[in-house]
T-cell receptor, first 112, second 121 residues
Framework: TQLLEQSPQFLSIQEGENLTVYCNSS?????LQWYRQEPGEGPVLLVT?????EVKKLKRLTFQFGDARKDSSLHITAAQPGDTGLYLC????????????FGTGTSLTVIP | DTGVSQDPRHKITKRGQNVTFRCDPI?????LYWYRQTLGQGPEFLTY????????KSRLLSDRFSAERPKGSFSTLEIQRTEQGDSAMYLC???????????????????FGPGTRLLVL
């Protein structure tokens, strides 16, 4: 059982469409990070969300942290081919030491 | 460039051989993590250092795996008697840990290196 479950696992959409990726857990997190990873490279940090209910925007990307700090979502508006990649949520659950957990990942393909 | 670096980027080896990977973290970061990632999956935690002390090891880390961070700066990950199942991307990350525990009100953010892709034939 994965601590952080992401959905969908795969997503293929046309350029210009909107999409939402979900990251869910039964554990409470002090913060959650979202990363994007391209093939053959390490994950690159997009954002960190800290406060329950927090919404952060990064150009066409909107990140939300759930009120209970157990879940998060990533919404992309007007997707572009450059958004293609593996999207990962990650964090360390409260009171469990320093082990950092990654989500199962969402592989996004944006078709021109 | 002041990011996390890893060497080598690619390694091909024969089953049974030993391999060693190196990670150079961001210079002011006190925490260093190793992860393993297989194709299409998220990274899996292997081990973690705070300065030179190895504080946590995953159950995924068999006796054939050993990691060191002797001076609290760079780290090495060695795999002895490699097996085909060890083929994966090995990622290193570093962070500046400001609290005692990452899960206790921490805003710790990890920065990743480009990874070392290992193929065991």
């Amino acid at each position: 059982t994965q601590l952080l479950e992401q959905s969908p696992q795969f997503l293929s959409i046309q350029e210009g469409e909107n999409l939402t990726v979900y990251c869910n857990s039964s554990s409470v997190f002090s913060s959650l990070q979202w990363y994007r990873q391209e093939p053959g490279e390490g994950p690159v940090l997009l954002v960190t969300v800290v406060t329950g209910g927090e919404v952060k925007k990064l150009k066409r990307l909107t990140f939300q942290f759930g009120d209970a700090r157990k879940d998060s979502s990533l919404h992309i508006t007007a997707a572009q081919p450059g958004d293609t990649g593996l999207y990962l949520c990650a964090g360390a659950p409260q009171n469990t030491g320093n082990q950092f957990y990654f989500g199962t990942g969402t592989s996004l393909t944006v078709i021109p | 460039d002041t990011g996390v670096s890893q060497d080598p980027r690619h390694k091909i080896t024969k089953r049974g051989q030993n391999v060693t990977f190196r990670c150079d973290p961001i210079s002011e970061h006190n925490r260093l993590y190793w992860y393993r990632q297989t194709l299409g999956q998220g990274p899996e935690f292997l081990t973690y250092f705070q300065n030179e002390a190895q504080l946590e090891k995953s159950r995924l880390l068999s006796d054939r795996f050993s990691a060191e961070r002797p001076k609290g700066s760079f780290s090495t990950l060695e795999i002895q008697r490699t097996e085909q199942g060890d083929s994966a991307m090995y990622l290193c990350a570093s962070s500046l840990g400001l609290t005692g525990l990452a899960g206790e009100g921490s805003q710790e953010t990890q920065y990743f290196g480009p990874g070392t892709r290992l193929l065991v034939l």
